[in-house]
T-cell receptor
Framework: EAGVTQSPTHLIKTRGQQVTLRCSPISGHTSVYWYQQALGLGLQFLLWYDEGEERNRGNFPPRFSGRQFPNYSSELNVNALELEDSALYLC?????????????FGQGTRLTVV | QKEVEQNSGPLSVPEGAIASLNCTYSDRGSQSFFWYRQYSGKSPELIMFIYSNGDKEDGRFTAQLNKASQYVSLLIRDSQPSDSATYLCAVNILGQAGTALIFGKGTTLSVSS
């Protein structure tokens, strides 16, 4: 069974540009979570999608947005890139969205903003 | 601000010893607690989870939860060099629109042979 897949694996963008990251959850999983892992800051919760709707978002500006498609895959969009957006962006999926949910991570997208 | 705190380490133990990793959390409403392992340059992988007070064992790993003290720990018995990684504690936080996993910054474990 395929795990969570993310694309691309690496990306270099210029400050001010826009970027779209993609995530395909494990088959049968309906919840998708996005996290940012910048150096020294740990995993910061970005967004949570379930059944096509945004359920919760972390403390990030509105230029971070996303969506979930009918097949439960998801996109994370970041507009007006800033140097501090350089980080590993991780997507995780879970079977459902209850409090006991186990989330499984993809390999991540390494974004470098220059 | 709901927080999850971990000692960043590094925690150094010799091969074969018991490694003890600790985590505290601020939200008394937290219901589920997870331990992830992250090797350098890789994504986090789930080791185990615990919901109820007490101990839960899975192979060489034991998770311990004390909700009254808002404390969760992970014990690794017979530590191996391959256990050298960063261990992330994650807590399920009940928010307005549902739940999300909040992570601590992780503890780096180094097992020497």
């Amino acid at each position: 069974e395929a795990g969570v897949t993310q694309s691309p694996t690496h990306l270099i963008k210029t400050r001010g540009q826009q970027v779209t990251l993609r995530c395909s959850p494990i088959s049968g999983h309906t919840s998708v979570y996005w996290y940012q892992q910048a150096l020294g800051l740990g995993l910061q919760f970005l967004l949570w999608y379930d059944e096509g709707e945004e359920r919760n978002r972390g403390n990030f500006p509105p230029r971070f947005s996303g969506r979930q498609f009918p097949n439960y895959s998801s996109e994370l969009n970041v507009n007006a890139l800033e140097l501090e957006d350089s980080a590993l962006y991780l997507c995780a999926s879970s079977l459902w969205s209850g409090p006991s949910t186990e989330a499984f991570f993809g390999q991540g997208t390494r974004l470098t903003v220059v | 601000q709901k927080e999850v705190e971990q000692n960043s380490g590094p925690l150094s133990v010799p091969e074969g010893a018991i490694a003890s990793l600790n985590c505290t959390y601020s939200d008394r409403g937290s219901q589920s607690f997870f331990w992830y392992r992250q090797y350098s340059g890789k994504s986090p992988e789930l080791i185990m989870f615990i919901y109820s007070n007490g101990d839960k064992e899975d192979g060489r790993f034991t998770a311990q939860l004390n909700k009254a003290s808002q404390y969760v720990s992970l014990l690794i018995r017979d530590s191996q060099p391959s256990d050298s990684a960063t261990y992330l504690c994650a807590v399920n936080i009940l928010g307005q629109a549902g739940t999300a996993l909040i992570f601590g910054k992780g503890t780096t474990l180094s097992v020497s042979s």
